[in-house]
């Protein structure tokens, strides 16, 4: 583990897209009381404070709503029916001047933990080209960290594809930290059943 207590890491939740496949605003359906948005902010403060960003687009009025008070701040993404990757984007750009590092969480994986999202800051080396991912179910997925290096490279992603890519770019390492529970992802209300 490494110090990396002097280094600006953000954590930002995305939270825009207008969940066509849930049939409903799916940032607000709600596991064991909590709505999906909030669980996804509670483990970005917790682990990054005030130095959490909350990307919203699609019904922004209620979903900010379902997370006050934010300790953080609010980013909103005017073209998210263009895709997660504009998300990603705006937010790296509304940042990038502060971070050193973004770990970017979405708000429909309702078990990870603000445990799991100081962990990735703590294997984080503060290295520039270091990304620190989330293992699980055989990949590499979110929650992830990215470092300033990858700025650039995140702040001009559109459209559906989001910065997986990344993880493939010989200009970076990838270190990664296993997490089962980040598999479960809410994409139906089946899916959300199955809490």
């Known amino acids: 583990m490494s110090d990396t207590s002097k280094k600006n890491i953000f954590a930002a939740v995305l939270a825009a897209g207008s969940a066509s496949r849930f049939g409903a605003t799916k940032q607000l359906a709600e596991a064991n009381g909590t709505p999906l948005v ?3 902010v509670d ?3 917790g682990a990054c404070g005030r130095y959490t960003a909350l990307v919203i687009g699609h019904e922004w009025q209620s979903v900010s709503e379902a997370c006050m008070p934010l300790d953080g701040f609010l980013i909103v993404n005017d073209h998210f029916t263009n895709g997660i990757g504009s998300s990603i ?7 990038r001047h502060a971070a050193d590092a ?9 078990l990870v933990t603000a445990k799991h999202v100081r962990l990735l800051k703590e294997t984080w080396s503060g290295a520039d080209k270091e990304i620190v991912a989330t293992a699980f179910a055989d990949t590499l ?3 992830v960290l990215f470092p300033r290096a990858c700025f650039d490279a ?3 992603l559109d459209g559906e594809l989001g910065a997986r890519q990344l993880f493939d770019d ?7 930290v296993v997490f089962e529970d980040a598999a ?6 089946a899916d959300l059943r199955k809490l």
């Open 38 to 40: 909030r669980r996804a």
């Open 141 to 143: 997925g979110p929650p």
């Open 154 to 156: 995140l702040g001009v």
């Open 89 to 95: 984007a705006l937010a790296t750009r509304s940042l």
């Open 170 to 176: 010989e200009r970076f390492t990838v270190t990664s």
């Open 102 to 110: 973004i770990i970017f969480l979405l708000a429909d994986q309702p």
């Open 184 to 189: 479960l992802d809410i994409d139906t209300p």
């Open 43 to 45: 483990a970005a403060t």
